[in-house]
């Protein structure tokens, strides 16, 4: 079956530009995670969607960050007014109903604000 | 809240030799704890979990990992390394109570494997 896959997978744009990224999750899965992945941070959290529940914003750096879940399915993380140090991977993440507490990662989209 | 500590930022060895890549953690309360691996230009994909059980659980491919409470850790160990095992690893936690299911990741682990 189909992993999670991200679109595109690299993105370069200009400063005080608005950006889009999309996530198609694992069919089935009701969780999705975004997170960013800068060099030497590890993964920051974003947001977390669970099913029809409200998400989980609590990790969004800023207001210029916002996602959205359509149908329970495929989500777009958006940036608006990008600066330099919105520069990163950024990650995608389904998990499915159950007890595994698995996530299944997507390939990431690479981000960078000149 | 919970926060992971991988202590080596990178670890190098040479091929066939034993790894050892360290994880604390810390929580007041009980926690599942998994280590996922990035290989170069690839996702993040899970390598093995501690639920519940046994503390010492393993991978497909010769990793393994003791989960000790006493000490909070979760060091993952392989006796024998092979070239192909050069990627980003990471350890990450998450709360076994309290519903929230957004996993903590320690900053990441890279191991080189030298010829």
């Known amino acids: 079956g189909a992993g999670v896959s991200q679109s595109p997978s690299n993105k370069v744009t200009e400063k005080g530009k608005d950006v889009e990224l999309r996530c198609d999750p694992i069919s089935g899965h009701t969780a999705l995670y975004w997170y960013r992945q800068s060099l030497g941070q590890g993964l920051e959290f974003l947001i977390y969607?669970?099913?029809?529940?409200?998400?989980?914003k609590s990790g969004l750096p800023s207001d210029r960050f916002s996602a959205e879940r359509t149908g329970g399915s495929v989500s777009t993380l958006t940036i608006q007014r990008t600066q330099q140090e919105d520069s990163a991977v950024y990650l995608c993440a389904s998990s499915g109903a159950g007890r595994s507490y698995e996530q299944y990662f997507g390939p990431g989209t690479r981000l960078t604000v000149t | 809240a919970q926060s992971v500590t991988q202590l080596d930022s990178q670890v190098p060895v040479f091929e066939e030799a034993p790894v050892e890549l360290r994880c604390n953690y810390s929580s007041s309360v009980s926690v599942y704890l998994f280590w996922y691996v990035q290989y170069p230009n690839q996702g993040l994909q899970l390598l093995l979990k501690y639920l519940s059980g046994s503390t010492l659980v393993e991978s497909i491919n010769g990793f393994e990992a003791e989960f000790n409470k006493s000490q909070t850790s979760f060091h993952l160990r392989k006796p024998s390394v092979h070239i192909s095992d050069t990627a980003e690893y990471f350890c990450a936690v998450l709360l076994s109570t309290g519903g929230s299911y957004i996993p903590t990741f320690g900053r990441g682990t890279s191991l080189i494997v030298h010829p």
């Open positions: 969607f669970q099913g029809n529940s409200a998400p989980d």
